[in-house]
DNA sequence: TCAGATGTTGCGTAA
DNA sequence: CTTACGCAACATCTG
């Protein structure tokens, strides 16, 4: 007879989920979720993020209930759960997505295959998203997410012949020995994302572009989405077709409508992104941890400041933007990209720090961790792909531009709440006697700025821009040897090899001439 | 009233 | 979708 065990990952949904459509054919289903002690001790683990699962799992196995399907939610190392599902059950099939996850998930998704081969149970894994496995080239990659993203849902079964296991409570995090986290969160659930997809298209979206610049306006102009997609709460299809539709609607109707498809069309080319930079980890797991560029190997890492790195995760810095970012951040478990950058930005370039340890408490605070996306965006923000422009964020520059008049500022850090506009994004310039009046003294209400802001940009970017031009040049000389090496192969090579040439490409085009898009490198 | 000085804005580009 | 700078075009001020 068989029996098929759909086991759900980042994938906690009914909708549009291919293992539970395929598992509609078989005569036997059970389901399961494994909560995992290498998930609880990886470093990039926060409880947070247990929470918004079991929110999910409550209402996912309510939603396979009624169809007939047991979800076991167990916690073990994933053999060892399934060694008691075939005692309990017996199943030969095993059906799961794909996952593109931290090193520990990619361990383990080796391990699962391992006990598969060695039970006779064969494993089907099904794409989610737009990520491509085993892919060998980018070629054409954007084509097939398109495709991909236009096919239409998995349709959710009517009905399933649910095989009989045990069903224990679901567990709490004190049950787990985890803290409670102390954040307010979105609220978890596959009902919650679609409500929150709903909302975005029908009401929230029109502003978009504009909106998801200022933490203020971010926090409702933006999707919000990422939580959902993060856990697989929501499809990246329902949203990427639901947006979609929406756009056609709207640009077929008044000034208002189209304008509104605008900001919605600005939202929608962001979710290629989305699998883009997942991609990047599919196809090269070690850029978890190692840098893309190894040229800029041992650049940062010996010069880590453990000091710099503990004021900046305790929004202790002295730069209002920065902390201010950081402490709604600690909060909410939610913060605008912008702001995710200049942390990541002042992390790297301020205080010179090397990408791994403010990636890793980074991902703790983001609800919406995502790996392949948090190294990803790690990486680049710190100018360690080599190859796109160094972003270098000003936080007073940011203050100013985005927060002009004092309000996010004095909302997350009440310290400065009396301190005049004036002074507010560069309270250490305050002359004493305004500090006073503001009840803010420089170095007893707030810190004086661990760094100074020109003096370490300057040092960060001399640095890197330093090392890429040896590294350039490098490169340019061993390709000079290597087109006109052979024809002197046995001699020594006195005489100097002819300057490099710098020729530039034409603005935004590559050299092959291919369009560089936002982000890409 | 005007010429020249000074200021503002917006764009392109280098790093 | 970074920042800083230079430049040009245009605005405003001033003697």
Known sequence: MATALVWFKRDLRIHDHAPLAAAAAFERVLAVYVIEPAWLASPEFDPQHLEFALGCLVELRAGLAARGLPLAVRVGEVRA????????????????HEETGPGWSYARDRAVADWCRARGVAWDEFPQHGV?????????WAARWQQRMDTAEHPIPAAFRGATVALADLPTLADLSLAPHGRSLQPAGERAGLAVLDSFLAERGGPYRRAISSPLTAESGSSRLSPYLAFGALSLRRAHQASAAEIRCRRAGDAADRAFAYGLAGFSSRLRWHCHFMQKLESEPEIEFRNFSRAHD????????????????AGQTGYPMV??????????????FRMRAMLVSFAAYHLWLHWREPGLFLARQFLDFEAGIHWSQMQMQSGTTGINTLRVYSPTKQALDHDPEGVYIRRWIPALARVPLGYLARPWTMPVEIQRAAGCMIGRDYPAPVVDEATSV???????????RQTAAREEAAAIVDKHGSR???LPNTTPGQPAQRTRPPRGVDTDGVQRELFDF
Do not use: I
């Not at 491509?132 to 054409?140: A, E, F, I, S």
């Not at 902390?323 to 605008?336: E, F, K, P, S, V």
């Not at 300057?458 to 890429?468: D, E, F, P």
């Open 81 to 96: 759960v399934f060694d008691e599902l075939q005692r309990e059950a017996g199943f030969d099939h095993l059906l799961s």
């Open 132 to 140: 491509v496995r085993r892919l060998l080239r980018r070629t054409g």
């Open 298 to 313: 041992g650049l940062r890492e010996p010069h880590f400041d453990r000091a710099r790195f503990d004021a900046w995760c």
């Open 323 to 336: 902390d201010a970012c950081m402490l709604q951040l600690r909060a909410t478990g939610w913060l605008n």
């Open 458 to 468: 300057k040092a960060a970017k001399n640095a890197l821009y330093g090392l890429r």
């Open 488 to 490: 002197k192969s046995g």
